[in-house]
């Protein structure tokens, strides 16, 4: 169980063992690996929708050009 100390000019402060310290950083490094994969993933579909778009107006106006 976690000890606690209170300053009042600064506040509470918890101190906590090792493990639990460990455990919290995995926990931290799980929370961002997945905020940034999903901001990558993210990334990757406006990407890919920015394309097909682009090659789409390109096919298009080919066409209309041709004609």
Do not use: C, H, N
């Not at 905020?35 to 682009?54: P, T």
Request: aromatic fraction near 8%.
């Amino acid at each position: 169980m976690p000890s606690f100390s209170v300053d009042y000019r600064t506040g509470p402060t918890v101190f906590v063992a090792a493990s639990d310290k460990q455990d919290g950083a995995e926990a931290m490094w799980t929370s961002t690996t997945q905020s940034e994969l999903r901001e990558i993933v993210w990334l990757a579909s406006v990407v890919s929708a920015l394309y097909i778009l682009g090659t789409g107006l390109a096919v298009a106006l080919a066409m209309v050009l041709v004609v």
